[in-house]
């Protein structure tokens, strides 16, 4: 009441300062907040490239490979971070044409503590720009999983600059950066639903997985030896810090504090959980038995589904396209894979290209703008999404970024292979590959047997 009594005493000139004074601190408080998220997911997307991603595909390859596959992970870290700082950003993020952005940010110019409203209005741009860089860097850490133990590190880095060049940097500009062809809030001819990488991150990285997979050829022995893996332990943790580093993945991707970064990170979560549950569930009807790799396998696949939906479906909806993606996922790296007969080491497409696709797709028929009102006409009316909303054509956007995505990764790896392959080779010798990778490439060894 005093402060009530307070407030009308004064002039209407004192009660405008103070409004404004209230005003000026609510809007620092929301700054605040919201670069602290941001700088927390930025953080938690790190930590599922190294340790998470490190871990998981370290335990399950084979003892010999163990430091070769998490040197992946690693080494990425900071290869990727080179290439974003010197021309990455501004490839994916400056104003360009629809599929590649200019030089504007070449050498981070102009990337400052100013927001950038196109992309953050409430966060320093490089705030942004670093939260963008750890998508960046664990993209094509996914693809290594294909050609796990025997493909040499030397092409590993070439590949990777080239990949991240011709493949990720223009299908990110296309779908996240001004004016990209499938952008749905900035411009983009084809709007496609992508809220935090479904397309961009998943089906890129898996279906070049596959591209690589076939290109490298099996591994020797496969399938006639038992190529289990090494340390299930190692894998389990390691899909657990991808669990929770995934919340930075897509409840970053609102780029505030908000109340859609909180329905980001519950549909995140939800799906996860009933995945989990729809491998095991397919696990124990077709084996008997519910494994421990099925599980942290179907949690993998529906946080990947999410990914693109995660910021636009209610949580039941969530609950449907993770428990869809589990069993689908199991689908592929079991009966698919077998039937074709594909290398591919620790299931990168059957996981990341299937479930990223079935999750872009599903993103069409689900998205609600009673979850995302952020896409207006130009009277500023809150637009229809998906089929949920009426909108059945959104799931044609969909597939055209589906179908955009497959194409510029097995296009763009082909030929990214074959440079490589003509320049440095890109297999390791068949000495290196049955002595292991540890010793053959880096002359050392995960576990000192004799310690």
Known sequence: MALCSSLFAQTPQTLEQHLNALD????????????????????????????????FYGGLVRRKNVLSSMMHSFVLMAVVTALWAIYGYSFAFAEGNPFIGGFQYVLLNGVGSAPNPDYGATVPHETYMIYQLMFAIITPALISGAFAERMKFSAMLLFTCLWSTIVYFPMAHMVWGKGGLLNA???????????????????????????CALYLGKRIGFPREPMKPHNLVLSVVGACLLWVGWFGFNAGSAV????LATSAFVATHFAAAAAALGWLFAEWVKHGKPSMLGGISGA???????????????????????????????????????????????????????????????????????????????????????????????????????????????VGSLIILKIVDVLIGVRATPEQEIEGLDLGMHGEEGYNLEA
């Open 24 to 55: 000026a601190a609510t809007k620092s408080a929301q700054l605040s907040g919201d670069n602290a998220w941001m700088l927390t997911s930025a953080a938690l997307v790190l930590m599922m490239t190294g340790p998470g991603l490190a871990l």
């Open 185 to 211: 809030f900035l411009g983009g001819k084809v709007p496609c639903f992508d809220f935090a990488g479904g397309t961009v991150v998943h089906i890129t990285s898996g279906v070049s997985a596959l591209v």
């Open 256 to 259: 505030n504090a908000s109340g």
């Open 300 to 410: 993998v696949a529906g946080l990947v589904a999410i990914t693109p939906a995660s910021g636009f479906v209610k949580p039941f909806p969530a609950l449907l396209i993770g428990f869809l993606a589990g069993i689908f996922c199991f689908f592929m790296v079991t009966a698919v894979k077998s039937k074709f007969g594909y290398d591919d080491t620790l299931d990168a497409f059957g996981v990341h290209g299937a479930g990223g696709t079935l999750g872009a797709l599903l993103t069409g028929v689900f998205a609600t703008n009673a979850i995302n009102d952020g896409l207006k006409d130009t009277a500023g009316k809150v637009l229809p999404l998906g089929l949920v909303d009426g909108n059945a054509g959104q799931i044609l956007n969909q597939a055209a970024g589906v179908a955009i995505a497959w194409a510029l990764a097995i």
